[in-house]
């Protein structure tokens, strides 16, 4: 795994722990109504990516890799240094923004 330091401080996204969000929710974009509610992680999620068929969250020293189709959990990255604030999915790849740092 590659690691660059670009940042002098915090990456920042909208991860607040003023009010905890650990849960997914999906709703059908046409009638608003929610489809799917699930649990993502014991902390707040800060950030959520997908490509075609995953789902891709971040949270602290974590990012999980969801179904699309069954909101099943298909695995896990962890033993990250901090909180995941951002996440980018390109060209098979996962881009995360982590506490002064940008990992491949």
Known sequence: MREWCWHC????????????ITRFCVWDIKTYRLLEEFSAHSNPVCTIAADDN???????RVINIWDKKKF?????IDNLNHWVRALVIK?????????QAIKI
């Open 9 to 20: 401080a915090s990456v920042r996204g909208f991860c607040t722990v003023q009010r905890v």
């Open 54 to 60: 995953y789902l891709f969250s971040g949270s602290l």
């Open 72 to 76: 099943d959990s298909v695995h896990r």
């Open 91 to 99: 060209d098979n790849k996962i881009y995360a923004g982590i506490y």
